[in-house]
């Protein structure tokens, strides 16, 4: 069925509606094959959402498939900006135990499990399509360049890996004031996904079309499937990964309202978790670039994180036993048993220092005159009241926290967790009389502001709107509004977050960060310090000032609209 559309597409077009299915499966998966994700934002943000992954385990149970999401958002074919001697894709492709990292033999980095892929889910296209018509030819001499040295390449010691490569999705037009339709990005799209198309056939490798797909979906709903017209929401992937499915597997898939299903799901975002903060890790720079080689008392990061990086590649493998198990229709506990050992570390100081009381401190301050300090909280008496980064006043007065124990991260092994906190205060003596937990289970929250039921929490690579849809103080749904914002030390990544008069939230980034968004007006990069700018209700994003700060810490606008950076 042929409809003509303008409405959710953006511009006339014809749109195949009814998604032809292959007779044959365009790949073939044997039992206990390795399954890489590579691409952009469209592979990254499929970790979070696991339905495609999902749907592979549930059909293919008792294969014992092992799949590891490497997208990294804002990446190109021959463009993926790093961190210094971070470990690239191609290292992970390969990744075989003990295993130590690229570039310089002084990093003592080792691989928990082997990976080694056998079958490569490739998403490319939609960043190098804002290049336009002038940038097709070189686009598919890379995407060539590409397939070719994949064909050539044995990351399993077993031959070449097996490559489905995939089109971007269409801009869906959000029928919003503050966003575009897409008409421009779309023909960009369709032009670039025609040429994945014909080279894919030159170099006889299986192609999928979302572009046409995507654009069916938009058109059959009045909900909206993206959250800025780019990336999918939890439906939109929900609908799309069927669609995915029977594209490569020939066939239709369990239906993602099986409860099997959710289920599996779940599981796979337990396994996805614990991959992804190894694969992404906080704190990159003190891990694999110059300064983790610095020992103290004999011991350096690179050693001691790079143990503790290998607990996370076992926890991830203890994990895909649990998804395999449930796929099966079976139980399965994961224990975490197993993890390789971690070399004690010794203290900073030879000896312990005692803190002193919080009411004792203050006698030691030094103050001009007029002014006066009182002890509100302390963890004395509220013992999750720990390292607060960061701090606001709501409209009900109370005082939020983003509190984080685990400075610089948390370990595979963490039980108490970063947390942002909720303070009632007394009205009438400003003490601190609750404290309740609005969200735990963090990692290096750097920041937050309120924004609509919730906040916009800041946790390297994601800007997350954590929200309270059912009004009991507990953040109860989360959606990732930005990705790509480095986490390379979380000393100084993405923090400092402040709204400007006009609405905006403004984020700060510091030295050795590599930070790369996906928006819909194209690729959003930057080395070194910046300040970014985003527009919460239009999903603008872009570099406000783009100065190769140091460490941009703390700032302020004044009351005449200045913006002031310490």
Same mark, same amino acid.
């Given at each position: 069925?042929?409809?003509?559309?303008?409405?959710?597409?953006?511009?006339?077009?014809?749109?195949?509606?009814?998604?032809?299915?292959?007779?044959?499966?365009?790949?073939?998966?044997?039992?206990? !094959?390795?399954?890489?994700?590579?691409?952009?934002?469209?592979?990254?943000?499929?970790?979070?959402?696991?339905?495609?992954?999902?749907?592979?385990?549930?059909?293919?149970?008792?294969?014992?498939?092992?799949?590891?999401?490497?997208?990294?958002?804002?990446?190109?074919?021959?463009?993926?900006?790093?961190?210094?001697?971070?470990?690239?894709?191609?290292?992970?492709?390969?990744?075989?135990?003990? !295993?130590?990292?690229?570039?310089?033999?002084?990093?003592?980095?080792?691989?928990?499990?082997?990976?080694?892929?056998?079958?490569?889910?490739?998403?490319?296209?939609?960043?190098?399509?804002?290049?336009?018509?002038?940038?097709?030819?070189?686009?598919?001499?890379?995407?060539?360049?590409?397939?070719?040295?994949?064909?050539?390449?044995?990351?399993?010691?077993?031959?070449?890996?097996?490559?489905?490569?995939?089109?971007?999705?269409?801009?869906?037009?959000?029928?919003?004031?503050?966003?575009?339709?897409?008409?421009?990005?779309?023909?960009?799209?369709?032009?670039?996904?025609?040429?994945?198309?014909?080279?894919?056939?030159?170099?006889?490798?299986?192609?999928?079309?979302?572009?046409?797909?995507?654009?069916?979906?938009?058109?059959?709903?009045?909900?909206?499937?993206?959250?800025?017209?780019?990336?999918?929401?939890?439906?939109?992937?929900?609908?799309?990964?069927?669609?995915?499915?029977?594209?490569?597997?020939?066939?239709?898939?369990?239906?993602?309202?099986?409860?099997?299903?959710?289920?599996?799901?779940?599981?796979?975002?337990?396994?996805?978790?614990?991959?992804?903060?190894?694969?992404?890790?906080?704190?990159?720079?003190?891990?694999?670039?110059?300064?983790?080689?610095?020992?103290?008392?004999?011991?350096?990061?690179?050693?001691?994180?790079?143990?503790?990086?290998?607990?996370?590649?076992?926890?991830?493998?203890?994990?895909?036993?649990?998804?395999?198990?449930?796929?099966?229709?079976?139980?399965?506990?994961?224990?975490?048993?197993?993890?390789?050992?971690?070399?004690?570390?010794?203290?900073?100081?030879?000896?312990?220092?005692?803190?002193?009381?919080?009411?004792?401190?203050?006698?030691?301050?030094?103050?001009?005159?007029?002014?006066?300090?009182?002890?509100?909280?302390?963890?004395?008496?509220?013992?999750?009241?720990?390292?607060?980064?960061?701090?606001?006043?709501?409209?009900?007065?109370?005082?939020?926290?983003?509190?984080?124990?685990?400075?610089?991260?948390?370990?595979?092994?963490?039980?108490?967790?970063?947390?942002?906190?909720?303070?009632?205060?007394?009205?009438?003596?400003?003490?601190?009389?609750?404290?309740?937990?609005?969200?735990?289970?963090?990692?290096?929250?750097?920041?937050?502001?309120?924004?609509?039921?919730?906040?916009?929490?800041?946790?390297?690579?994601?800007?997350?709107?954590?929200?309270?849809?059912?009004?009991?103080?507990?953040?109860?749904?989360?959606?990732?509004?930005?990705?790509?914002?480095?986490?390379?030390?979380?000393?100084?990544?993405?923090?400092?977050?402040?709204?400007?008069?006009?609405?905006?939230?403004?984020?700060?980034?510091?030295?050795?960060?590599?930070?790369?968004?996906?928006?819909?007006?194209?690729?959003?990069?930057?080395?070194?310090?910046?300040?970014?700018?985003?527009?919460?209700?239009?999903?603008?994003?872009?570099?406000?000032?783009?100065?190769?700060?140091?460490?941009?810490?703390?700032?302020?606008?004044?009351?005449?609209?200045?913006?002031?950076?310490?």
């Amino acid at each position: 069925m042929f409809l003509k559309s303008v409405s959710r597409f953006g511009v006339v077009a014809f749109a195949l509606l009814t998604i032809a299915h292959a007779d044959e499966p365009i790949l073939q998966l044997k039992k206990g !094959d390795h399954v890489a994700i590579v691409g952009s934002g469209l592979a990254d943000r499929q970790q979070h959402q696991a339905w495609f992954e999902s749907l592979i385990q549930k059909e293919f149970a008792g294969q014992e498939l092992v799949i590891r999401n490497l997208g990294f958002t804002a990446d190109e074919i021959n463009l993926h900006p790093r961190s210094d001697d971070v470990p690239t894709t191609e290292w992970f492709l390969s990744m075989k135990k003990g !295993d130590s990292a690229p570039k310089d033999p002084k990093i003592i980095y080792k691989a928990g499990t082997d990976f080694g892929a056998d079958v490569i889910l490739a998403y490319w296209g939609f960043n190098e399509s804002f290049k336009g018509p002038e940038g097709l030819e070189d686009f598919k001499k890379n995407l060539g360049v590409y397939l070719d040295n994949l064909k050539s390449a044995n990351y399993s010691g077993e031959g070449a890996p097996r490559v489905v490569l995939f089109s971007p999705i269409a801009q869906e037009d959000l029928r919003d004031p503050n966003f575009s339709a897409g008409e421009e990005n779309n023909r960009n799209i369709g032009l670039y996904t025609q040429a994945m198309a014909d080279v894919a056939k030159s170099k006889n490798i299986p192609f999928v079309d979302l572009f046409k797909p995507s654009t069916g979906l938009y058109q059959k709903t009045d909900q909206p499937l993206t959250i800025n017209g780019i990336h999918l929401n939890e439906e939109g992937d929900k609908l799309l990964a069927p669609i995915q499915f029977e594209a490569v597997f020939g066939k239709k898939p369990a239906s993602t309202d099986d409860p099997s299903v959710a289920k599996i799901r779940g599981a796979v975002l337990e396994k996805n978790y614990e991959w992804s903060h190894r694969y992404r890790t906080v704190d990159q720079f003190n891990i694999f670039g110059q300064r983790s080689r610095i020992a103290y008392e004999g011991v350096n990061n690179a050693t001691i994180l790079g143990q503790e990086l290998a607990q996370r590649d076992v926890k991830t493998a203890n994990r895909d036993k649990l998804v395999w198990a449930l796929a099966k229709g079976e139980t399965y506990q994961v224990t975490d048993d197993n993890l390789p050992p971690v070399d004690l570390t010794p203290p900073n100081r030879p000896e312990a220092v005692p803190y002193s009381d919080p009411e004792e401190v203050i006698q030691h301050l030094k103050l001009p005159a007029g002014c006066k300090v009182e002890l509100v909280a302390s963890e004395k008496a509220f013992p999750d009241l720990i390292n607060p980064v960061q701090m606001n006043f709501d409209t009900k007065g109370r005082l939020w926290l983003a509190v984080w124990p685990n400075y610089p991260e948390t370990s595979p092994t963490t039980k108490v967790f970063d947390k942002i906190l909720i303070v009632d205060l007394d009205p009438k003596t400003g003490k601190a009389t609750k404290i309740t937990t609005f969200i735990d289970g963090l990692n290096c929250p750097t920041g937050f502001q309120f924004y609509k039921d919730g906040i916009l929490l800041m946790q390297s690579p994601d800007l997350l709107w954590v929200r309270d849809t059912d009004g009991d103080g507990k953040a109860d749904k989360t959606e990732r509004v930005l990705n790509g914002l480095d986490a390379a030390d979380s000393h100084h990544e993405t923090n400092s977050m402040c709204y400007e008069p006009g609405g905006a939230v403004y984020l700060s980034d510091g030295v050795f960060l590599r930070s790369n968004v996906e928006t819909f007006n194209g690729p959003i990069r930057n080395v070194n310090g910046a300040i970014y700018r985003y527009e919460p209700v239009s999903g603008k994003f872009m570099r406000h000032v783009p100065y190769n700060f140091m460490n941009p810490h703390g700032r302020v606008f004044d009351y005449w609209g200045n913006d002031l950076i310490t």
